[in-house]
């Protein structure tokens, strides 16, 4: 890929950032990395990028700066906050926050940037680690058509579906509708599953029939051996999902869209989680779905 | 395919059973049809089977003998009642009940046939008119072993997808899982769809991006359209998935199997039969949510 | 209380029966009482009524037949089964089922003995073994009002409140609704209790305020107490709760009415029934509340 | 009442702030209203109370602060704000809120109230404005014991039912259960209104008995006439509600609570509102069950 080299910043090495950050560095981008914790900087700068001991000195002459980090409070201190990205950014300077927060909080930040002059876009990824690695995600993105013209070679980089869905917070909205339809095909399928399972039916075999006709899904392929053999080493946690189902009650009531299963979801994810099941994947709605059976889960 | 030609009396020649019993005939069987209204019988007729005047004169001979009618009541009429299948056959006759209808009547027909010396097997399908057209189908069976091993070759004449999913009433247990699946499926991404475009994103591109990751599904690809469209034209009618959400909550709850987001489907589904939405596809379980969310929808 | 003595068959002497029959030895009838098992028709001969040997013995030289049996299925075999009341009462004779069943099917036993020249009304009652015994029931009557008049004295040797609530089924209506009504108060008091437990609000403080508000329910005030100390002896059970919301949502989809709360309420109550709570009081539905909310129950 | 005669401040004299301050100068103490109109000031004037032109002027030498204002953000302007309740209060003033607000916010303005030496309680009403005119409320207050103690006299010139349910709140914790039990107890009497509706039963007549029964409820007898009468003047406003029911949900969630049912009704009270049914009484719940089941709503 032949893309001008850009100056990029890259707050936030998590377990996402860090191959997304590299991934930049492969593609010819030059990339000053800034992490909480020291060890993920110095793999940046192992992997070929420049570390910083400051979001300050990361910035300092970012053309691009891509902001990672878990969730709305960590985005509002390390873009609003002292110290923060605007305080040391120039006008003119892109900001693509790539972290699921809520639409609301990218408005925010979108308009406290507007103020200064700086152009944002709301990025967030679905894709998972294996994803980020891959440089396989989707991003969905929020802004302004010329921003996202701008920073299309940049997500290039890191995803193989970049795509503009809208102005600023609807990356997020679009993400936040992702987790809710995840999380309702995963619930109904594991209804299914205890429903199979108590009639008698032979479950391998007719997972494999379900996932041929009108109700094969992406998580009926992925899940259904999670589900078979109780295999949910993660993929990703129920605590997460559990995070981003306040994000999308929030954001639709925000909206005043109804989510009559949504919100019932919401709630069997919470409980999940209750359960002491949140270190697990989200496959492990099953759980639940047995204890409302009476079964024993352990 | 070269498979051994068998004598098959078909009872039921609707949308559904009308182009089976064609395929049939095509594979090489000799088909004896028999139906309510004679138009539907010289069809068969038309396309190289045989007509009959009643079931006892369809079934006077055949080897096997496949049902293919609305609902349990007429299955029970059909087979059980006066005049019907199990008073005309010969003991070992393999009657394969291809309807739709609850586990518990096919136990009920598989257990008075076992008296006479008569073979069962449920075999629901999924795939539709245009499935059963082009003999595409998914069929899943359930009955003994053995008496699947002899009907797979007459199966695969009607369908690409023929499985053994259990004993007796496992074929309608997975079918009505499968619908089960369906309905939820349609109603959450019924449900994005609202949030979304109350959000103010660009919905095709929203869907799109959608479509490619873990909220991925064949409802969303195949109804993906009818919702940006609000085309409604069946496809498979409310009508029909209403009768569906009927059996899967009543078997699910004899099999003490909870649905808690299956059983909200089932209210959501009959809602929009009430709202007269019952001769429309089943994507038009969006317009329930338009409602739900104080829209106009007409 | 002086109103005609009527000589009554009374068929059904369990828990509820037995006191009801009682009641009506009390009030001057002449009462025949038949049942099952032996020893609940000795115990109607020693309150002062006389004992049958059959259906048919009972029910011989009865003006007014009572039936009192457990479900839909015992209602048919006693009524319309063979050897049953229909076989062997006069033209014109009452007879009035007291059972909890679905409207559909007193709709059928009606019709049934209509042909025969036998007046039906169906009227099951609310109160449990402590109103019976007591002679509080309230009683819900569906079918003619003449018939209604004529068993409006009857009757008032039973309950307290006597209502005639519309024609055939309509009875088993409204006892229907008032089980809707009573899972659904129970599942929201505790979620409320759960909720304001993990909250650490003094639970008996915060119930009694609630109980004296728009929030107060009969249900609160009678059950606020299993609910503090965990007591859940019955009461009325789980497993007849259970039964009658199998009743109720059939019902309303038979008429077409929308039951989102009710019908997660139904499925709440079975999912406390597969966790072997079904011997319990309704109130334990708390349990299943702790449950989702990842407490230990036991 | 010979309560000792305090000197309040009272912020925020709208629909139920106004009859509440004018029934504490009935009870003898010193009351100074504030609020952002001046007509309400003027009428605590002519009802014996005293006018100020600020909250510092309101505050200034008061012994106790009462406010009572719309939502969150007006608690926190009002008592956290610049020119607000804690910079112009002596330390060791009691802060009564009495606004209905999430328990989060209740416990932010108490722990920035301690640093100050400021004593708060949350004490939130029910009983709306009659109840408010008539000094019938039932308040319900968290905080420390001693400052209950102190409260109490004063907030018995307001209510009759005034207790004390836990810490700093707790208050706010019971007055969130009791609008959700009120709204599950609301939509499940329309679930079976319509329920009875359709199935052709005497609508006031079945009502009547479920009054008297276990099913019986406050809302039960408050809101039948709004039901069977379809009159939906407010009472209680079905916008207010939602609001409320934001704060259930938030707050359930905060502390891990499930409220699979409570969650649901959320979602029916939002599109209540959505349906533009925000300005009626929540009883009007029973609009939305209609939609549901098809009928015309206008």
């Known amino acids: 890929m032949s893309t001008t080299p850009r100056k990029i910043a890259f707050i936030g090495l998590g377990i996402m950032g860090s191959p997304m950050a590299a991934n930049l560095v492969k593609a010819g981008h030059t990339v000053t990395g800034y992490n909480r914790s020291r060890p993920a900087i110095d793999k940046l700068v192992a992997a070929g990028g420049k570390g910083a001991g400051s979001v300050a000195e990361a910035v300092a002459d970012a053309e691009v700066v891509i902001t990672m980090v878990p969730a709305d409070p960590q985005v509002e201190e390390v873009i609003l ?23 609301q909080t990218s408005i925010k930040v979108a308009t406290a940037a507007k103020e200064k002059g700086v152009r944002t876009l709301d990025a967030p990824v679905s894709g998972g680690e294996a994803g980020a690695i891959e440089a396989v995600l989707s991003i969905m993105v929020g802004g302004a058509a010329d921003d996202f013209a701008d920073a299309k070679p940049v997500l290039d980089a890191m995803g193989t579906t970049v795509i503009h869905v809208g102005p600023t917070g609807a990356g997020q909205t679009v993400k936040a509708a992702n987790q809710l339809i995840v999380a309702v095909n995963i619930q109904v399928v594991a209804e299914a599953v205890v429903f199979l ?41 129920i ?39 949140g270190p697990l994947d989200h496959s492990a709605l099953l759980r639940g779905v047995e204890r409302l059976a009476g079964r024993e889960v352990n």
């Open 81 to 103: 906050g002292e110290g923060g990205v605007l305080e040391n950014v120039q006008p003119g300077t892109l900001v693509i926050d790539m972290s699921s927060i809520t639409p």
């Open 197 to 237: 399972e108590n009639a008698g039916v032979d479950l391998p075999a007719a997972l494999d029939v379900l996932a041929g006709g009108l109700a094969g899904s992406t998580v009926l392929n992925r899940k259904k051996a999670n589900m078979v053999n109780r295999e949910f080493a993660p993929g990703f946690r």
């Open 239 to 277: 605590d997460l999902h559990h995070k981003d189902m306040g994000i999308v009650t929030a954001a639709a009531r925000a909206v005043e869209a109804p989510l009559p299963i949504g919100s019932l979801a919401a709630q069997l994810v919470a409980s999940a989680r209750a359960n002491g099941d």
